[in-house]
């Protein structure tokens, strides 16, 4: 269990430090890569069932706060990245090293918050209409499959910061147990959601990883932590529009 309560640690605020031993082997830390579909699947359960709770109240004032307690549960954390990597963009003057130190900036820029009031209301729109109909299945989908594609990017991508937070991750993730995670994932929601919806929101979550993957492999040459956390915001706001679009 030590890898899964490192993701939690990692991905999520949820009270599991306790639970985590230290000092965090290096293995260890590889192999919580492999849990990142699971810790998907435990934040989709808490939005979707936070969202049943408010079954009744007005889809517009849901589904915003629905918004609020998904954002908490990572602790603003990806969005922070996908901030980052927004200012890197336009700021990086398509030099590496330079992308790499904007991204270490703490301040934001006026394009990453652009970047971030137009996901947030563009999330927030989707999930209007999914809180408006019920649709849990999808409100779960989203995190899962963010997650998968965040561990697919670790797992194909090289890591471009030395000694940083992701080093041991990199160095000891394992490829294989992650493939069988993510395919698992992918055999699984065939079922539980359906071969129809599911392949659609399956491709447009293939779609914004793979660009977002490319956009970074062509700019760093690689991927920091910023840029997963940046894929996981594109992700599920790829697959939470496209649920809305097929309800």
Do not use: N
Not at 72 to 85: E, I, T
Not at 162 to 168: D, E, H, R
Not at 229 to 234: D, K, M, N, V
Request: proline fraction near 4%; hydrophobic fraction near 60%; charged fraction near 10%.
């Amino acid at each position: 269990m030590q890898p899964f309560w490192l993701a939690c640690a990692l991905l999520t605020t949820l009270p599991v430090g306790p639970l985590v031993h230290t000092p965090v082997a290096s293995r260890d830390s590889g192999r919580s890569v492999v849990c990142y579909p699971l810790v998907g699947l435990l934040i989709g359960l808490l939005v979707a069932g936070f969202a049943a709770l408010l079954a009744g109240v007005h889809a517009g004032l849901a589904a915003v706060l629905t918004l609020a307690v998904w954002v908490a549960l990572s602790g603003a954390l990806h969005l922070d990245g996908l901030a980052d990597c927004t200012d890197a963009w336009f700021a990086g003057h398509r030099d590496p090293e330079r992308c790499l130190a904007v991204m270490r900036d703490p301040a934001a820029g006026p394009m990453a918050v652009v970047a971030l009031v137009l996901l947030l209301l563009t999330k927030a729109a989707a999930l209007t209409v999914l809180v408006g109909t019920g649709d849990a299945l999808a409100l779960v989908a989203a995190p899962v499959l963010a997650r998968s594609g965040a561990a697919v990017l670790m797992a194909t991508t090289a890591y471009r910061r030395s000694g940083g937070l992701a080093t041991a991750m990199a160095a000891w993730l394992p490829r294989r147990a992650t493939a069988l995670a993510v395919a698992a994932v992918a055999v699984i929601g065939l079922f539980v959601v359906g071969p129809g919806r599911w392949l659609i929101l399956l491709a447009a979550a293939i779609a914004a990883g793979a660009a977002w993957r490319g956009l970074w492999q062509r700019r760093i040459g690689g991927y920091t932590g910023d840029v997963v956390g940046g894929l996981i915001e594109c992700v599920e706001l790829a697959v939470v529009v496209a649920a809305a679009l097929t309800v």
